[in-house]
Every structure is written in C-alpha cells, then in structure tokens.
C-alpha cells in the first residue's frame, strides 16, 4: 500500500496510482483527523470520494502518530490527550472515538486503536502497553462501523512471550484481519523479523496478515517468506523525493556524479513511464535544480518498483516457487553491494539500511 | 508558450503539455548554461533530447537574468561578466557566445543577445542601453547557427522616440521574427502597453511578433489586438504554485475558507483534467498541507487556462470577430472585480496586478 498520509500519496495523482496497478493505498487517521478533519470528509461521502480514489483505502488508527511525537501528551486508561503539530491545540484519542473518526472517513479497512511502545522499552513497559492495546482493541471492535473490515493490532515489543501472547489475544477476537504493529520504530532488522516469527505461528490461517509500516524490498521477500500478506511504507516515496531509487540492481542515489552523463533509463530493466521517457542525467539534473518533476519521475518510479515487486512474488506464490523467486531477486538486486568498484552506492546502501527502520513511519506530514 | 526555465515547465511533465495542446516551450539560456551547462546538452544531440520534448523550443539570450541579477557584473561593449548565482563561480556572456550555447542547446528559436534596460531608467541610460542592443544584435546575427531561427529584440524602456527608432532598427535586420523587449519589469500595464504601441507600426507585417515575459489574461487580448502573436509568462506557472487559480470568472485564491466545503471544480466551466477529476476543497486542503499535489493540479489548471485562452483567441482572428471574443472573455473574467459582495477576491486581483509586472519574468531558478 503506498501511503496517502494527507490524503494523497506524495507527488503521485490518483490516475497514476491506479495506472501503476495499486489497488489499495493507505491514509493516516492522525493527520486527515487534523486537516482537514473527519466531518468535513463525511460530507462529501468519504475519503475516496474527498480525494476521488477509486480503489480501496485502509486507515490507520492514529496509534503509532500519538504515540511517537514528542508534543505533550497524556496516555491514560481510557485514551491519549495530545496536542496538533498544527496548531498546539489538545485532542483527546480514545479508542470509540478513533473509530467513530475512521468511520467518518469511510475506509475500507480501519485499524484497532493501540500503543505503539518505542524501541527500546522496558518489558515492563511493554506489558502495560499490550495490555492497553488489548483493552482497546476489545473497545475498538465493540465500536467499529459492521461496514468496515476490521483488524486487530498485535504488540508485544521485542519479547518473545509477549509477541506470542499477544498474537494469540487479538487471534481470539472477532476480526476481519490481523496486524503486525510495534515494529520498524528503530529496532533494526534482526528484532523486526524476530517479532514477525514469535506472532505468525499464533495467528489464523485465513486472515489477512499486515506488518505495519515495512519495508524495504529485502523486508518484504523476507516477511512475505514468513507468512505476511500486506505492507505499508513511505520508503518508496520518501527516499524518491531524496533521490535515492530502486534499480533491479540495487537502490541508486542518482545525485552522484556517476549519472552526469548517463543518458540511458534510471533501471534498464523498468518499464515505467519515467524509465521509458526520461534518462537517468536529467533526472540528476531536475533534483539538482531542485525541480518538482524530480519528486515525480523518483516516485513513479520507486512506486512501480514496488508493485512490481509485488506482482513477481504474487505470481511466484501461485506457481509454488517463491524461494526461487527470492533467490533471483536479490542476486541481482544485491549486486551493488557485492561489487568492490562501487564503494559508494554500497556504502550508500548500508546508510540507508540504518535509516529505515527509525525513518519509514509516517510521522510528520513530511510523509 | 509555457516557461520551461530549467528544461522543465515546474510541476509537469512534457506528456502533460503536449496532452495540453501546447506546441512549443521557452528554456532559459542563463540557467541552461549554468546547469547542467550547454557541453552536457549537446553532448546528448540538444535540449529536445535532453528533456524528452517533441514540440518546439525558444531559448531567451539570457540578457534579461544577467541584467536583473543583483549580483556583481561588469557590463562592457564586448559583453557582460557576471557572477553565477549557484556558486559565485565568475562567467561572460557576449553576443557571440550566447549564440554558441543557443546553438548548442539545439533550440528551434533563439533569441539575440540584448540589455533589458531596468524601470525606471533614465533617457540618457535607455539610449545607451538600446545602441548597445542594436550592436550586440548585428554580432548575434553574424553569429547565429543557420540551422535555428533568429529573433531580434526591441528596446527603448519608457521612451517613445526609442522604442521607435529601435523598432526601426531590429525590422532592418535579417531575422526570422522580432520580440518586444525591455517590458515586464515593474513598469506598469500602462507603459507596456505604451511600449507595444510605440514599435508594432515599424514592425514588418509578415514576420511573428513576440512580446517577451508578457503577460495576464487581460494583457495576452490586449497585446493581440494590438498585433502581437506570441508571449511566454510564469504567471500561470508562479501563481498557481501559489495557489491562486484563473478562472472563467476571475482569478481565485484557493486557499480562502471559501472553497473548504466547495466540492466543485475550480473552475465549472473548465473541462481539464484537474478540474474533470478533482474539487476546489481537495485542492485546497492540499495546499494547506504543502503537498505536491496542489502545485500539479493547479500548474495544470493555469496552463489548460492559458492554453484555452490563446486557441480562443486563433479561432476567433480566423473568423473575424476578436474583439467580441475580448468582449465576451472579459465580460465574464472580470465578474469577481465587478461584485461588491466579494471584496476579497476583487481586493486579491488588484494585488495580483501590482505584484505581476515586477514579477512574470524568472530570474531565479523558483521560476
């Protein structure tokens, strides 16, 4: 699901979204909640209707927002007192109303309220977290609108009795899917898939499986390997407004003087639109010049890269050789890393890696 | 003709302009030769190439950047030396030499080497500016790559008896089109007008007349009328960026409360693809939240605008009736001006005029 946090996916349009062949995108309850605001979106018939999407749309539940921003803020039994970016006002989530709010939006799937601890927490910490989390995921289903699909949230942190109580908890209630949430807040790969491991042995069959908020493309093979269904990330968006794109052989940062004079497609192997009608020196030329259509072409792009990604493991599921798939994948997509010659893009591969997993959550409008 | 400084018209892509109907863009020498520089360009077979653009390409001289830039310069009968507003780095700019980088560029119209005389200036400094232009013409001329069309610039400032003499001047070179120069720079639409006046009756009949960095919707009917055939501008460009709209009743600033609950388009009797797909509160809300997507739909709009504007104006000299075409338009267009009842957009028009002709012509690289 590529992120509309603001009600559109960050340089994108609607008409390129589905062109690209997304059928679902996700919106951020935090900050449609904010602006422009639940009643204003209800009126005109919903989200899709407000930013004219005609695919699905899943909102989150606010959870992750309120809880990773540093504004004032007090989390009590009943919900979390906390204070606009905007403006400093005060707002209050609770679990009945961050539902009310979603069913407002009129998003196809809409997420439990829950406590996203930070990376590192206390395991005491940890507890009192999923236990709120399961307190309000009860809440959240009791108050959910019967036309939205629902999941549940599983927490736990980095603990493995926990992951594994959780998972069985929220696989015990009445819901139309199942998260992965508490992960890629900054607790590196190892502890990310870690928790993915102690939950899915726990979690029902035939439900849908998301693991918020990941991941690179690596992160997706690897969850998708270990049971995961769907994901959400602003990497593909984020790091294309920063010049850093996905190649069939590794993530590129096309502001290196390397691509001056490349004249050729960003990704040989890519048939986007971008690829096939702008080389990789302009691209370098319009982020240079700091110009909008960089953010563009960069996005399209990575966005595609995505779905395409996506579409092969797809595919490889349903002809029972996803393990290939995987294997092929990264032999090529691993080659920038391997090669001696290219000290920079490897270097510039490890950096990233480290970002990630603190940087791919929507916090700020930025993304 | 749409202002593509940077080889790109900011916030489009090349698809979208010629999806828009227009056939031929400007680039800016000044900011082409700075980056990615004329070498990079013609290296790749030209700046058609470069930016992946079928239609056709006019390339100032530069003269008006180099002439309005604060930065220090030294301005001799050879050229001009000035420093680049990216690095400080020293470069001159004689007549000769813009010819080269024009010719590199590979555009389809270049455009001589000249000095745009500041507003006000004195007579005494307009006269010497002009001779100087006349001089640099004939060495521009001498220099031009036969392959490209040649257009001349009048100058003259404010000043009747210059602009005619200058007029008188440029028509006796062997050029394939002339410009009107030296307008647009804080003088006012009265002077400007002035200026058209003063050099249209020495301008041959058969050769297309070109009114530089001009103009809004008012001044494109006004200019037209009075004989002029083409135009670039970064007001639809700028202003829509800025999140004020041209419509068929008046320009609008999107971000007024107004439009927080107007789910129709911008503009009811636009059929763009902006206005087909999505509302005035959506493009608001996405203004408010600083999001790319405002700066799309609304270059968009402004350029379908424009565009509209100018096949209107065709259609209506192909069947005789260009002054009831000017009469209708403006019947219309200046509706919001007229009402009592909406002060704020009439008081918005007013400033927009003031600000327009100091600012519709790119100095840095914002436009």
């Known amino acids: 699901m590529p992120v509309g946090t603001q009600g559109t996916v960050k340089a994108m349009s609607q008409e390129e979204l589905k062109e690209m062949g997304f059928e679902i995108i996700l919106g951020n309850t935090y900050h449609l909640y904010l602006r422009p605001g639940p009643e204003l979106i209800k009126s005109v018939g919903g989200l899709h209707k407000f ?23 007090k989390i009590g039994e009943d919900g979390v007192v906390f204070r606009s970016y905007v403006d400093g006002s005060y707002h209050e989530f609770t679990p009945e109303r961050v539902m009310e709010i979603q069913s407002a939006l009129g998003s196809d799937i809409v997420m439990a309220f829950d406590e996203c601890a930070p990376y590192p927490c206390t395991k005491e910490y940890a507890v009192d977290a999923m236990v709120r989390t399961h307190e309000w995921a009860k809440r959240s289903l009791d108050a959910r609108d ?125 048939d986007c639109w971008a690829c096939a009608n702008y080389s990789a020196a302009y691209l370098r030329h319009l982020y240079k010049c700091d110009e909008i259509l960089a953010s563009r072409l960069a996005t399209y792009h990575n966005l595609y890269f995505y ?13 029972g050789r996803l393990l290939e798939f995987r294997k ?39 993304d």
């Open 307 to 319: 779905a395409r990604l996506m579409q092969g493991i797809r595919q490889a599921i349903e002809q």
């Open 146 to 270: 019967p036309n939205q699909a629902f999941f549940g949230i599983v927490q736990g942190s980095v603990y493995e009795d926990l992951r594994a109580q959780s998972a069985q908890f929220i696989s015990s209630m009445d819901t139309d899917g199942i998260a992965i949430g508490g992960v890629s807040v900054g607790e590196g790969k190892e502890l990310m898939m870690n928790a993915v491991d102690w939950s899915v042995p726990h979690l029902p069959e035939y439900k849908a499986r998301y693991l918020m908020g990941v991941g690179t493309p690596e992160d997706l093979l690897d969850a998708v390997v270990r049971g995961i269904d769907m994901f959400d990330c602003v990497l593909p968006t984020r790091l294309g407004r920063n010049g850093s794109l996905y190649t069939t052989y590794g993530r590129i940062n096309i502001k290196n003087n390397k691509y001056i004079t490349d004249f050729g497609p960003v990704d040989p192997e890519c």
């Open 328 to 366: 092929e994948f990264l032999a090529k997509y691993r080659k920038h890393r391997a090669s001696v010659h290219d000290e920079e893009a490897r270097q510039d591969n490890i950096n990233a890696e480290k970002r990630s997993y603190a940087g791919c959550r929507p916090q700020r409008p930025e």
């Open 51 to 73: 930013i004219n999407w005609g695919g699905s749309i899943l909102t989150d539940s606010g959870g992750f927002q309120v809880f990773s921003l540093e504004h004032i803020r």
